[in-house]
């Protein structure tokens, strides 16, 4: 019978150990709620990646090169 009890605090302990964990996990994710709410208002009111970025299409980076090389290969031949 002596192994009995010590069995009944083996299982007590366990769960005692369990609790703490889901205690630390809820801590956890409350931190990481307040820490995404935080960083999706940021304090201008506007994103920093996309400020400045107009809805519908952009302008194509790469055409303003193509135009200066037209430009200049009709000056060559033109000569």
Do not use: C, F, H, Y
Request: without cysteine.
């Amino acid at each position: 019978m002596a192994s009995r009890p010590k069995v009944t605090q083996q299982k007590r302990a366990r769960e005692r150990a369990r609790q703490e964990r889901q205690q630390e996990k809820l801590r956890r994710r409350d931190e990481a709620k307040a820490r995404r709410a935080n960083a999706s208002s940021p304090a201008g009111g506007e994103d920093p990646d996309i400020a400045g970025i107009v809805p519908g299409p952009q302008p194509r980076p790469w055409d303003d090169e193509l135009q200066d090389e037209d430009e200049t290969e009709t000056e060559s031949a033109a000569r």
